[in-house]
């Protein structure tokens, strides 16, 4: 699964199919962020701590990811990160219902109103039900809880989104935050490009997106 519809899984609530609550602005631009990382590791675009550059112009073989690149790129080859991330999560609330579009479309999910629920007869992903959510929280779990764990890159930004939007407070318990806290932002820091995310997620919560995208 992509980075964004890990996180989606993530941020809903499988007992009422609603989003968790989070604090402001943090899904729309921890979504923007997985977006950008999605870029990245398929080598569409190269990314530091400071800016991205865009090394393909379009990528038609994910229209969703390619309607994501072209909203960052608006011409430019190179942009300060908190920029692109502005720009991505000005489109906030279009990106989380395309990707929840995609995910009743491939069958994972199943709409109710608005309400979401992960298939329990997934053709996509057979082990859909709520274990494709359990596989993704024992993954986070085992690597914060067992201390010779190393994530892989893709891990570690995995955990850098969740750090970004807070979802470790729904992942792990009081007493386990307290004990492995200072861990997880450890492993969450190990991807460059991941806490780039998570300092934009905290410099949103002072600024209108707007602000963010002109920087």
Same mark, same amino acid.
């Given at each position: 699964?992509?980075?964004?519809?890990?996180?989606?899984?993530?941020?809903?609530?499988?007992?009422?199919?609603?989003?968790?609550?989070?604090?402001?602005?943090?899904? *729309?631009?921890?979504?923007?962020?997985?977006?950008?990382?999605?870029?990245?590791?398929?080598?569409?675009?190269?990314?530091?701590?400071?800016?991205?550059?865009?090394?393909?112009?379009?990528?038609?073989?994910?229209?969703?990811?390619?309607?994501?690149?072209?909203?960052?790129?608006?011409?430019?080859?190179? @942009?300060?990160?908190?920029?692109? @991330?502005?720009?991505?999560?000005?489109?906030?609330?279009?990106?989380?219902?395309?990707?929840?579009?995609?995910?009743?479309?491939?069958?994972?999910?199943?709409?109710?109103?608005?309400?979401?629920?992960?298939?329990?007869?997934?053709? @996509?992903?057979?082990? /859909?039900?709520?274990?494709?959510?359990?596989?993704?929280?024992?993954?986070?779990?085992?690597?914060?809880?067992? !201390?010779?764990?190393?994530?892989? !890159?893709?891990?570690?930004?995995?955990?850098?989104?969740?750090?970004?939007?807070?979802?470790?407070?729904?992942?792990?318990? *009081?007493? *386990?935050?307290?004990?492995?806290?200072?861990?997880?932002?450890?492993?969450?820091?190990?991807?460059?490009?991941? @806490?780039?995310?998570?300092? /934009?997620?905290?410099?949103?919560?002072?600024?209108?997106?707007?602000?963010?995208?002109?920087?």
């Amino acid at each position: 699964m992509t980075f964004a519809e890990q996180l989606i899984i993530l941020a809903l609530d499988p007992k009422t199919g609603k989003f968790h609550a989070l604090p402001r602005k943090s899904l *729309e631009i921890g979504l923007a962020g997985a977006f950008l990382l999605e870029l990245t590791f398929r080598n569409v675009i190269d990314s530091d701590a400071n800016s991205i550059i865009i090394l393909k112009e379009q990528y038609p073989q994910r229209p969703l990811l390619n309607s994501a690149l072209q909203v960052v790129r608006e011409g430019d080859k190179e @942009i300060p990160f908190r920029k692109a @991330i502005g720009r991505l999560a000005l489109q906030g609330k279009l990106l989380v219902s395309k990707t929840l579009e995609h995910l009743v479309d491939e069958e994972v999910l199943d709409r109710k109103d608005k309400i979401f629920f992960i298939r329990r007869d997934s053709p @996509i992903y057979p082990q /859909a039900d709520d274990r494709l959510r359990q596989d993704v929280v024992k993954q986070i779990r085992d690597l914060v809880l067992d !201390p010779e764990a190393i994530p892989a !890159p893709e891990e570690a930004a995995l955990l850098a989104l969740v750090l970004a939007c807070r979802l470790q407070r729904k992942i792990f318990t *009081e007493e *386990e935050r307290d004990e492995f806290e200072s861990r997880f932002q450890q492993l969450a820091g190990m991807d460059l490009v991941g @806490i780039a995310i998570v300092d /934009a997620v905290r410099a949103a919560r002072d600024k209108e997106l707007l602000d963010l995208a002109a920087d």
